[in-house]
Each structure stands twice: as structure tokens, then as C-alpha cells.
């Protein structure tokens, strides 16, 4: 689930009068490496993408993740077209590592994702965006991860202990490519995704319960224990009326990714009173050539729905 298209960007030198035209300048000047959150020990991290020209005020999470893998190493490259994409339109970008499998399952890796935005959140002024207009997007398994987000963004509780968890973790718009929606019926009612996921992706699904008597973790093995936590990590599960307005691109032809995964979301969606769209790209897989394209579909999105008010 982590692989889709890898542009490949080539600088030809062109010379004249003996003298190497200079390469063109990216749009974003680029920060790498801001820690937004510990988990056990290790350092969580995202790198920021700031427009060197007209900046918007408005921001977009880039949810590094395929396959529920994540690591800096895909930032280079898989998202540094996405990020030309975005600053060029004036959005600030925020490139997220989470907690990767194999070490985390998905409900392990989630709080990830509300800790980022509540650490940007927190920290607007500094990187010149307006709380209130922040963006999030992915693909496979990082596209669930941003409708996650959407469905299941939380208010701060002024009460925490822990300064970030007082800020809010919601975000204002999605858009994504070809997410799983719904682990419990994945293609066809009573499907569980487990029977439709490479070996290599299982790991993710590999959910832990504390032990008291060792005080670590053990593994999940209840079939309703499980069944309830691949309901928990379903967006399909978390629609409401405050859900973020949502935009979804996926191929018909993705064996990997059943076309139903983004239908039966953007019904739920739309039936809740959230504006959602579908876009469906003719003879597509999991991942098309000429992806990078539709970047601009989803910056038409962010920015139709973050624009200053």
C-alpha cells in the first residue's frame, strides 16, 4: 500500500557563453526535523515547507505514510512535489512522520497524528498560519490516516495536564487518494481488510492490550476484541455533522484498495451533512501515472474550503 508514483525530477544544465545556467529555485524553503512529540523514548518529527512568496496564511499536513509505514526517507521521495504544489499556491506544509509499523499498530499510531496538529496549532504565529485553516492530505494508507483526522479531530480540554492537549487537534478540510474506509467491510459487506492485505502490511493490524502481569503489551486475539478495534480505526465509523469537508481520488481499477472503500465514505459523509466529493479516475489502480497532477485537484479543494473568511 505505500507505493505510488515517484516523480523524478531532472535539471538539465544548459550552457552558454561556457557558463551553467543556475538550476531553478524550489518554491519553499524548507525546515527538517522539528520535533513535535516523544514516544517511548523516540523523537516524532515533521519538516516544514514555507512559501517563499505570498504566503496564504492557510497550512497542509502531509501525512507521510504507506502502508502505515512512515520514515523521513519517503519525504524526499514522495512528497517534495506535493510540497512544490502546495507552497507554490501559498499554503505552508507540514511533512508528518508517525510512529511506523512494524513497531506500532494503527491505534497506536493515531494519537500521533492529534499530537502533530495540536503542536502546529499551537505554534501558528510562529510559522505565520491561521489556526483555523489547516489542511490535511495522504495517500492508501496516509489518506485514511488524513480522514481519520477529519472525522475524529477533538477540542482541547482546558483541564490536561500536558499544555499541547489543550489546543485542539481538529482540522478544517481533507483530501486524499484511495483510502481504506472501513475495515469491516472492505469491498463487500462482512469483508474484513486483513484477507485483502499483503503479509507485509499485516503488522499494522497487529493491535496490543497492557498486561498487568508482565506490564508490557499481549496480542489481541479475542475475534470480538479485534473486530471492535478495526471498527475503532475505521473512518466510516466516526461520521458526523462537525466531520471535515472531504475530498477523495481513486482509481476504478485498485485491486488493492477496493473503489467501494471511497463511495460508502462519501455517502456516509454526505448523508451527515458534509461536503464531499468523489473523483474517480477511469482504468486507475492503487497510484497513476501522472498523480502529481491531481495535487492541484486537491489545492482546488483547500482552497475552496480554508480561504480567510
Known amino acids: 500500500m505505500r507505493s505510488f508514483p515517484v516523480r523524478l525530477i531532472v535539471v538539465s544544465l544548459v ?108 505554534r501558528a ?23 481519520m483526522q477529519g472525522v475524529t479531530g477533538k477540542d482541547g480540554d482546558p483541564q490536561a495536564k500536558d499544555p499541547l492537549d489543550r489546543v485542539s487537534s481538529r482540522v478544517q478540510a481533507v483530501g486524499c487518494y484511495f483510502p481504506p474506509t472501513d475495515f469491516l467491510n472492505y469491498g463487500e459487506p462482512g469483508k474484513l481488510i486483513l484477507g485483502a492485505m499483503p503479509e507485509r502490511i499485516k503488522p499494522a493490524f497487529d493491535f496490543r492490550e497492557p498486561d498487568a502481569k508482565t506490564g508490557g503489551f499481549r496480542r489481541v486475539t479475542d475475534p470480538e476484541k479485534f473486530k471492535a478495534l478495526l471498527r475503532q480505526t475505521s473512518p466510516i465509523t466516526h461520521v458526523s455533522a462537525q466531520a471535515a469537508p472531504s475530498l477523495i481520488l481513486h482509481g476504478d481499477k485498485d485491486v488493492l484498495v477496493p473503489l467501494q472503500q471511497a463511495e460508502v465514505m462519501v455517502a456516509r459523509l454526505k448523508e451527515a451533512g458534509v461536503p464531499a ?33
Open 15 to 122: 550552457i552558454l557563453a561556457g557558463l551553467a545556467a543556475p538550476a531553478q529555485e524550489a518554491p519553499f524553503k524548507r525546515q527538517e526535523d522539528v520535533i513535535y512529540g516523544r514516544k517511548f523514548g523516540s523523537a516524532l518529527t515533521f519538516d516544514v515547507f514555507t512559501p517563499r512568496a505570498k504566503p496564504n496564511g492557510a497550512a497542509v499536513v502531509m501525512v507521510v505514510s504507506g502502508g502505515w509505514f512512515s520514515g523521513h526517507e519517503a519525504i524526499k521521495s514522495n512528497f517534495l512535489p506535493w510540497a512544490d504544489v502546495f507552497t507554490r499556491r501559498g499554503y505552508t506544509a507540514f511533512a508528518v512522520v508517525h510512529g511506523s509499523q512494524p513497531k506500532y499498530a494503527i491505534d497506536e499510531i493515531l494519537p500521533d497524528l492529534h499530537r502533530a496538529i495540536r503542536f502546529i496549532r499551537s
Open 277 to 309: 466529493e468523489l473523483i474517480i479516475k477511469p482504468g486507475a489502480g492503487h497510484g497513476w501515472k501522472g498523480m502529481e497532477q491531481d495535487h492541484e485537484k486537491i489545492a482546488d479543494w483547500f482552497d475552496r474550503h480554508l480561504a480567510k473568511k
Open 125 to 147: 504565529g510562529e510559522y505565520g498560519i491561521d489556526p483555523e485553516r489547516l489542511g490535511i492530505t495522504g495517500a492508501s494508507a496516509g489518506g485514511h490516516l488524513s480522514l
